[in-house]
């Protein structure tokens, strides 16, 4: 609503844009549930607030003489100016001289007016008449922190598989193709279908028969599990068939649909058999986030009988689904209720990385909270780290022995001679992990390794060694497994490998679980190496980096859980509403205002005459650009200077090119900023593809 359509505002009035007014209260710690999302219209005039709210069609509200979520948007309003200050939030904390003029109703126009001790509130109906006035609400201040510590137990998630509607429509009419080996009985399954498809042995061969003419495929199949296989040579070969697949401007309008069998868990009773396949989907989905729309990943339980729902997948839209007795579930990230009890460890606990940030940080947590007396580190260079004796003296300090062992946990022999000279552990916790950035279309066997090599090696040796069914087994994962970070394909890979460890530990009658972290706000540990850019993407991802305390709080809590994986973060509500992962959907906030529609660039210069469609361009380029690089400001942006020159990467240009495609509805190369440097460059050859696909 404009101002000249709401009556009564004052002259000089400023509209409080409320797309994201939600997810900024949550950034301060307040989380409202939709039916108390009720601000349609927010306008400030220096410390008064000016609002209009209504009520869900769903919402009932006969029996109030005022609905509470109507009264509530009232106190949100109050809040409005406490926004644009430091960290602290005002909470209401006493109401004084309240009066209800008039029931029943499910509107009102709010006003707030500061005063001695306190905000005067008046709620009025769309025709003036008074509806409830509050003499004074008394507020009290307190941070977002002391509001997330109020809350950690709501930043624990879990994975649940929820049911798919199965529809083929469209998927009938596409041209189907079979890459490779079939290890699993797909090409049966398909052909059960009565669906003709082609198949080619290799990538070489589909070339070969590309070049002869042959219509180019919409969907090529591929089997991707394979027991025998390692993980590393699991996960090397889909880096090689994700970047040859890629790497083919042919294939630009064609999807990539792995399928494994025993890759995911998508029931809790389910085992992993295939936990080489999991590997597989961490890396695809990092490349799903880079590359929407050319992959898509499908785990099936029967597969010699999946074909009617392998073609029902593809046709779903969905980028990953699991195929359990011909029904299809997606995966979704959602809040797990807090477990029940506390649960202590005791007795003698291996930490591997037990030097690293994370182990230095969480051996003090052991001694100090679960009182335990006997900690063994292991970390490659064991006494000689940075800070080993000082750490050993403090735990001293604390009544606890600490022996600090130099021991490559990636090694088995050296792992096997380590742990030979420990008495049997009661926990071993598994935080050890390296970090290694890069663009999937540039990764390499090295960068994969390199990151594959102390995570996954490491705990696939503590698995072989620890077979104890009592002793606590807990591997620190990371929630990149989950969601698929851009720019951390190798990582997710490692991740996911350690979720699905930890599930197959447990069906086995072994104790297991993963803890899937956000980003930690450390410094000295992975995250410490992250650059703004690398910050600035996290925090657009819907994660916000976890305090110590928050982390060591959410650790207690997840240890009484009974999921074999739990990610626990903290999450940004800012960062959830634009493009985001699917599997994060359900944690985004419902979209509030008149903003809910994208802006393109192509309604954008429809409304302008010709000759300033060429500024508009660049500003939109400049706008997006300054998005991605995390700038307070387009006008940061200079229209000139090359993009590496003001901070892009290689990940950023994944993500402007996502951006800008999305906003023209053209398909863009990967190459488009190494094309096109600067942004009045890029604006201009925007400009020239969208006339010529008018024209």
Not at 215 to 242: G, H, I, N, W
Not at 458 to 464: G, I, P, S, Y
Not at 467 to 481: H, I, L
Request: hydrophobic share 40%; proline share 5%; glycine share 10%.
């Amino acid at each position: 609503m404009s101002k000249a359509e709401r009556p009564g505002l004052p002259d000089g009035v400023r509209e409080v844009d409320i797309e994201h007014l939600y997810s900024r209260f949550a950034d301060r710690g307040l989380q409202y549930g939709p039916a108390f999302r009720g601000l349609r219209s927010v306008w400030s005039h220096g410390e008064e607030v000016y609002a209009d709210s209504a009520l869900d069609s769903t919402a009932g509200g006969d029996d109030y003489l005022l609905h509470p979520a109507l009264l509530d948007t009232a106190l949100q309003a109050a809040l409005v100016p406490d926004l644009e200050r430091d960290d602290r939030t005002f909470l209401p904390f006493a109401l004084r001289g309240i009066r209800v003029h008039r029931t029943g109703v499910r509107a009102v126009r709010i006003h707030t007016v500061p005063g001695d001790g306190g905000v005067s509130l008046a709620l009025t109906g769309d025709d003036g008449e008074p509806v409830a006035t509050v003499g004074t609400l008394v507020r009290r201040a307190v941070t977002a922190d002391q509001l997330d510590a109020a809350a950690q137990r709501t930043q624990l998630l879990r994975v649940a598989w929820k049911s798919v509607v199965q529809q083929s429509d469209h998927a009938d009419q596409l041209h189907w193709g079979f890459l490779g080996t079939d290890r699993i009985g797909l090409t049966g399954a398909l052909k059960a279908t009565r669906r003709s498809f082609d198949s080619y042995p290799s990538l070489s061969e589909l070339d070969s028969v590309l070049r002869e003419g042959t219509s180019v495929p919409d969907v090529v199949v591929v089997s991707c599990t394979d027991e025998d296989s390692p993980v590393r040579s699991a996960a090397q070969r889909a880096l090689m068939l994700v970047q040859e697949w890629l790497a083919d401007d042919r294939l630009a309008k064609s999807r990539l649909v792995l399928v494994s069998s025993g890759a995911v868990a998508a029931r809790a009773e389910e085992d992993l058999s295939d936990v080489s396949g999991a590997a597989v989907w961490g890396l695809l989905r990092s490349a799903q986030s880079e590359h929407p729309g050319r992959f898509v990943l499908v785990d099936v339980d029967d597969p010699g009988n999946s074909g009617r729902a392998l073609v029902a997948a593809v046709a779903s839209d969905e980028p990953q689904l699991a195929v359990r007795q011909g029904s299809l579930l997606r995966p979704r990230l959602v809040r797990c209720p807090p477990p029940q009890g506390r649960k202590s460890l005791t007795g003698t606990v291996v930490i591997t990385g037990g030097t690293g940030a994370l182990g230095r940080l969480f051996a003090r947590h052991l001694v100090t909270r679960h009182d335990v007396k006997h900690l063994v580190l292991l970390s490659r260079r064991g006494p000689d780290a940075p800070g080993a004796a000082e750490l050993v003296a403090e735990l001293d300090e604390l009544g606890a022995r600490a022996d600090v062992i130099a021991c490559d946990a990636a090694d088995r022999p050296s792992l096997e001679r380590a742990l030979a000279g420990i008495p049997a552990p009661s926990a071993v916790i598994h935080t050890a992990g390296v970090l290694a950035d890069a663009a999937v279309g540039t990764l390499t066997p090295r960068g994969l390794d390199k990151v594959l090599r102390p995570k996954v090696d490491a705990a696939l040796h503590l698995h072989e060694l620890i077979r104890d069914p009592d002793c606590v087994f807990v591997m620190f994962s990371s929630v990149a497994g989950l969601a698929g970070n851009a720019g951390q394909a190798n990582y997710a890979a490692a991740n996911a490998v350690l979720d699905a460890l930890a599930h197959h530990r447990r069906t086995h009658g072994l104790q297991g679980m993963s803890l899937a972290w956000g980003l930690w706000e450390s410094e000295g540990g992975m995250g410490s190496d992250l650059s703004a850019a690398d910050r600035n993407r996290m925090k657009r991802s819907g994660f916000a980096p976890l305090g110590y305390d928050q982390g060591l709080a959410l650790f207690d809590v997840a240890l009484s859980g009974d999921d074999a994986v739990l990610s626990p973060v903290r999450l940004n509500e800012a960062g959830l509403t634009g493009d985001i992962p699917a599997v994060l959907e359900e944690l985004a906030p419902a979209r509030t205002g008149k903003h809910g529609v994208t802006d393109t660039l192509v309604s954008r210069l429809a409304d302008l005459p010709d000759d300033e469609r060429d500024a508009a361009a660049v500003e939109f380029v400049r706008a997006v650009a300054a998005t991605v690089l995390g700038y307070d400001s387009a006008d940061d942006i200079d229209p000139d200077r090359e993009f590496g020159e003001i901070g892009l990467d290689s990940i950023g240009n994944l993500e402007l090119s996502r951006h800008l495609a999305a906003a023209t509805g053209l398909r863009l190369p990967a190459t488009l900023v190494f094309d096109h440097p600067t942004p009045a460059g890029l604006a201009s050859h925007l400009r020239q593809l969208l006339q010529e696909s008018n024209s």
